[in-house]
């Protein structure tokens, strides 16, 4: 079945989101004091893992080859640009 799911993210640097396949990463919103990520997803679709990154304003990125997906300004101030990408420990 097609739905909308949330999934919270944590604030890091790098981590794994396990969804279903083909899942499209929607928006990345703060709810409640934390980041989350909405995603329009069929899940009876196998799990596949996606490497999503998170960086901080003028916090260094790398050249990893990283797709821009979103960008949250949170209500305490801080603002998290949400990258998706390939794990960092590729050079």
């Known amino acids: ?3 909308v799911y949330k ?3 944590e604030i890091t640097g790098e981590q794994v989101l396990r969804i279903p396949k083909g ?3 929607n928006y990345f919103g703060e709810q409640n004091g934390k980041l989350f990520v909405w ?3 069929r899940d009876t679709n196998d799990l596949e893992d ?3 990154n998170i ?3 003028g916090h260094p ?3 990893h080859p990283y797709e821009w997906m979103g960008t949250v300004q949170m209500s305490n101030g801080l603002v998290w640009h ?3 990408g390939c794990s960092g420990d590729t050079e």
Do not use: K, P, S, W
């Open 7 to 9: 999934y919270e993210l």
């Open 82 to 84: 949400i990258y998706e």
């Open 50 to 52: 996606r490497v999503i």
């Open 23 to 25: 899942a499209q990463l």
């Open 39 to 41: 995603a329009d997803v």
């Open 55 to 57: 960086f901080g304003t």
């Open 61 to 63: 990125i790398g050249d």
């Open 1 to 3: 079945m097609r739905a």
